[in-house]
């Protein structure tokens, strides 16, 4: 074990059980389409590797992430026979380490393209890609009046550059309301049908993200790119839940390492935002906003200790966060704090925490998995 992973009194734990559980009602939903792991951002704050090694146990051989070094890490990791697919677009300055790994970037452009085919040529090798399409995301890819026919056919053209596929991504999947989904299946359909009738072979189509996964079957073409829903949570509560049933992977815990009294009208924490209204039981844990315990959850924030809600008190600074005890009995020095997860039949979740704080599950996920160790259950008989 890592003996960083022993130096703090913080820790998130990881159900790999949780994980396996997610992947099969993934499975049950799609049916034979091949899986996509996302595994960006460090699989949400889970750990990429140790996550994208545990998926490639249960057969998953195609990983999705965003930047070139986090594809770096995978293929450090062993990934050699694996594809590893990153999302975002690339720079040409680095098209060396792209082509000497074999990743496969997204590609909007006959220029990137060629920058990837000359540098294949150099290594005697052939450079993929996957090309990107916008159909109403409004980041990346050729838009429905750019030629992209064109470009397409002269990326074919190249002597060492050849495409897998094509993606495209959805922006509200997730919404009660499907109109604006709808539309950008019409325009996703209408690309794969021109290119199919200008002789043009994308042998990967890949449209459905975790949203759509559950929400819209027609998004699934051949590749469902799974994020959110592998770690156990949905979008947003819109959402069929019952087409694809998950549990939580991420527990976050720390321990107490200081219980003081403080007297009636004494403060506690910057700004001095709470003042105990009479003689107050406070303990401490390391945990804080920079393990990404949001800040702005000190207000209304809770946590459970001992089977038992307690609420925080005063600000969560950068490294540490108090929390009120004095309504709980035979709390010590030492004792499990559960800031997000379950506990004695109590829970608080990370859509909880999210609600509160104005940002979304995903943010709350990676936040935790910045500076937090991680601590992984293994996957059981029973699970």
């Keep these: 074990m890592d003996i960083r992973q022993t130096l703090r009194s913080s820790w998130v734990e990881i159900d790999l059980g949780a994980f396996a559980f997610n992947l099969e009602s993934i499975r049950k939903q799609v049916g034979d389409k091949e899986i996509v792991a996302v595994v960006k951002a460090d699989a949400y704050g889970s ?126 999947a997730d919404s009660a309301d499907k109109g604006y989904a709808e539309l950008q299946l019409g325009r996703y359909r209408d690309f794969v049908e021109t290119l199919d009738a200008a002789g043009i072979d994308m042998k990967i189509k890949s449209f459905a993200n975790s949203a759509s996964i559950v929400d819209i079957p027609e998004a699934y073409y051949t590749h469902v790119r799974p994020g959110i829903i592998l770690y156990g949570h949905y979008s947003m509560d ?44 406070i303990a401490t844990c390391n945990v804080g906003y920079a393990d990404g315990f949001p800040r702005a959850w000190s207000k209304d924030g809770r946590v459970i200790i001992g089977g038992e809600y307690a609420p925080i008190a005063g600000n969560i600074c950068m490294d540490q966060f108090m929390v009120d005890v004095t309504e709980l009995d035979n709390v010590n020095v030492g004792d499990e704090v559960v800031l997000m997860g379950e506990s004695g039949g109590l829970e608080i979740t990370g859509e909880e925490i999210a609600s509160a704080t104005g940002t979304i599950i995903h943010e709350v996920l990676c936040g935790f998995g910045q500076r937090l160790p991680k601590v992984y259950i293994e996957e059981t008989k029973e699970q």
């Design 238 to 281: 819109e959402v069929n839940k019952k087409s694809v049933p998950l549990k939580n992977v991420m527990t976050v815990k720390a321990k107490i390492v200081k219980i003081k009294e403080v007297d009636e009208g004494e403060c506690v924490g910057y700004g001095c935002r709470f003042k105990a209204e009479k003689k107050s039981l």
């Design 47 to 172: 750990g990429a590797v140790r996550i994208a090694q545990f998926y490639r146990s249960k057969g998953i051989r195609m990983f999705a992430v965003a930047t070139l070094a986090e594809a770096v890490e995978l293929k450090e990791a062993g990934f050699d026979e694996e594809d590893i697919i990153i999302l975002g677009l690339q720079d040409e300055a680095n098209a060396d380490v792209i082509v000497e790994n074999g990743f496969i970037p997204a590609t909007d452009s006959f220029e990137f393209a060629e920058a990837l085919s000359k540098e294949a040529e150099k290594q005697g090798r052939v450079a993929k890609g996957i090309i990107a399409f916008d159909t109403g995301m409004g980041r990346i890819g050729f838009r429905p009046d750019d030629d992209y026919v064109a470009e397409i056919k002269k990326m074919d053209s190249l002597t060492a550059f050849e495409y897998i596929g094509m993606f495209s991504h959805m922006s509200n």
